[in-house]
C-alpha cells in the first residue's frame, strides 16, 4: 500500500489559512500605493517560473514570497481606488469571505439533492436581490420565474437566446436544427456577449440584425418594428430581442416597455441586459431602470460589477422557468433521485449550461447580510455623486466636453481637439501610473471612459483623477 498525500492536518491548515489571509489584507491595505496597472512586457511572467513542476512539495511560505515577487507586478489592480477602466469588477470583505467558506465547504450544488442548502440559499437571496432591485414580481420563485447565479451575463444571455429558440421553434428545434432560420435584434450599441451567444446557440451570427439607435444611443423601437416585418417579410421567424440597460460604451438605456410592447405584440422573447447598471435600482431614484421590466421575459445584472461581490457572481432571472428547464434539462440515470421526482425542488443544472455548480450564493448572502439595504444604497450613491462631480468639471473644462450625457456613475468624455488629441489624453493618464481609464467610440468619435466604482475609491481619488486629466487635457492642447 503506498502512502496518502501529504495533505495539511487542521492545525496547519489553519496556520497558512490566517497567514494567506493576512496576505490579502495586507495587499488591499498597500492597493493605494501601487501602480494601477502592470508594466510587463509579455512571457514577463512564465519567465519568473521554473519550467517543471516541484517534485517534492514546497513550504506554504514560498508560495506566498512568489506572489509578491510574481504576481502582484503583473496585475492590473481592479480593486485601486483610481481604478476607472471598463467596468468596475468590485470585491469586498465579506465577499472574499464568502469565497472562502465556499471553497471551504467544498460542495457541488448540481442538484437540490447534493446540497440542499446551496439550491434553497441561493433561491433564497434571489429573491431578496429582486425585491431590493424592485423587480416584477413574476421573476420571484414564489411566481411563475426565479432567479439563478450564472458565472456571467454572458452566460446568462445565452441561456435566454437558447430558451428563446425553443419557444419560438414548439421545443423541438433541438432535433430540427435552427441554423438560418430565427433572427435576433440588439441595438447597434449592444455587447459583444450578445453575437457570441446568437453564434453558440447555432443560429448564425448572420442572424443578428443591430437595430439603429437614436441620439442618445439607445434602441430605436420604431427601427426594431421594421427590421421585424422586414424579416418576416422575407420568410424569417423573428425568435428574441436584447434590450440594454446601461450599454458597456456609454452607459445608454434601451426604452424597454416600448421594445417590450413590440415583443409582446410579435410573440418575441424579450431578454435584458442590465450587468451593470442594474444593480442600481437597490437606491428608489434610480428605479426608472426598471421601467417596462415587467414586460421581459429574461433579465440579468451583475452583483459582480458594481455591488460588491467579487467575480464571478450574474444574477439571471426569467419569468416563466418552465421554459428555461425544459430547455436544458437533460436527465440521465445516474442523476434520478426521489427529491427530483417529487417535484417539489428546484434542480438548478436546469437553469444554466454546465452540470456543476458551486456555492456562489454563499458570498452574495454575506454581502447583503453585512451591508444591508442601507449600506448596499450608499455604495452606489456615493459613486453616482463622485461622477456627477467629475461630469461638472469636465464639461466647465476649456479643453473637454462630455461625449454623452453622464450615466450614473460613467461619465464619457472628449478632447475637443478631436481624435488624435484624445488618443494621445488616455495614453498621458494610463502611462502615469496614478490611475486608469479606457476608450470606447462614441458617435464614431474616440472618446474616454470614467466609470467610478471601486469599493475603496472617495472623494480624494476622483478630486486627484480630476487633477490628472485637468493637466493632461491642457498638456495635449499645447
Ligand atoms: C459587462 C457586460 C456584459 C458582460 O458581462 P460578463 O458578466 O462579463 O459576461 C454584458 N453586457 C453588458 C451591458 C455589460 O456591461
Redesign the pocket.
Known sequence: MSEPAPHLSPQEFRRRGYAAVDWVAGYLERLETLPVTADVEPGWVRAQLPGQAPEDGEDFAAVLADLDRVVVPALMHWQHPAFFGY?PANASGPAILGDLVSAGLGVQGMLWATSPACTELETHVLDWLADLLDLPRAFRSDGTGGGVLQD????G?LCALLAARERATGFASTDEGVRGLLTVYASSET?S?IEKAVRVAGLGAAQLRHVPVDARLALRPDALASAIAADRAAGATPCAVVA?V???STGAVDPVRAVGEVCRGEGLWLHV????AGVASVCPEHRALNDGLELADSYAT?P??WLLTNF?C?AFYVADRAALVTTLSVLPEYLRNAATESGKVVDYRDWQIPLGRRFRALKLWFVVRHYGARGLRAHIRHHVELAALLAERIAADPSLELAAERSLALVCFRHRDGDEASEALLNRLNASGALLLTHTRAHGRYTLRLAVGGAGTQRRHVEAAWEHIAAAAAAVSG
Open positions: 467596468f456571467s451575463a454572458s452566460s444571455t455587447h456577449s440594454t446601461g450599454t458597456t441586459d442590465a450587468a451593470w451583475n459582480h460589477k464571478d450574474s
